[in-house]
């Protein structure tokens, strides 16, 4: 799966645009939302934090500081936990497939 559907598919299960969720400086918590899970997918395939940055369009410390505020979400949300593996899930999907 190319990493522009990943973030389409992210955005528009939360409804929002996938270009404000990179364009956005800081955005709303959805965006910030849509934006954390999208980095988060991405280490999960082995992007390096400066390569997501570079994705991102965001500083490699922003990137780190989204990874490490996702981690503790992941822990702390049921909901949070379950979405994120939704995607992850479809992910790894679309890579056995190929």
């Keep these: ?3 522009q559907t ?3 598919n992210i955005a528009n299960y939360y409804g929002v645009d996938h270009e404000d969720v990179i364009k956005s400086p800081r955005g709303t918590r959805t965006l910030i939302k849509v934006r954390d899970i999208y980095f988060w997918v991405l280490s999960r395939l082995g992007q390096s934090h400066q390569e997501i940055a570079q ?3 965001r500083d490699r410390s922003s990137v780190t500081h989204s990874l490490i505020r996702t981690k503790r979400a992941l ?5 949070f936990r379950k979405e994120v593996l939704y995607f992850l899930s479809q992910v790894q999907e679309d890579r056995v497939r190929l």
Excluded: F, P, T
């Design 75 to 79: 822990k702390e949300d049921d909901l």
């Design 55 to 57: 994705i991102g369009k």
């Design 1 to 3: 799966m190319h990493i």
């Design 6 to 8: 990943i973030l389409k």
